[in-house]
């Protein structure tokens, strides 16, 4: 087990705590790749984030549902069922963090 520990250990240093200096501090390589990668996927994809926005935000406010579907949950619900159940977790654990690594008050 010692010897996991020692790998993880390693790979963590190399991800979080290697990076590019910039002013005071470093930039650390997660990020450089996050950075990288969303950049790539960009250009690669035609910058489709920005191309289809508009459609994104007509099926979100129910622009293609059918009223006569019974029983569906439209895509606007489904939307924020799915944002509420994130942001919820993240919060409670957010909580449960805080109290455990700063103690209560």
């Not at 087990?1 to 705590?17: A, D, G, P, T």
């Not at 935000?57 to 029983?71: I, K, L, N």
């Amino acid at each position: 087990m010692e010897r996991f520990e020692n790998f993880v250990s390693v790979i963590r240093e190399f991800v979080w705590e290697w990076g590019i200096p910039a002013g005071t501090q470093d930039i650390p390589l997660v990020v450089l790749a996050l950075i990288g990668v969303g950049g790539f996927l960009t250009l690669r994809l035609g910058f489709i984030q920005l191309r289809h926005f508009g459609h994104g935000v007509a099926v979100a406010t129910g622009r293609y549902d059918d009223p006569s579907d019974t029983g569906d949950v439209s895509h606007f619900q489904a939307l924020t069922t799915a944002l509420s159940a994130t942001v919820g977790i993240g919060n409670i654990a957010g909580v449960a963090l805080a109290i455990h690594w700063g103690g209560p008050g």
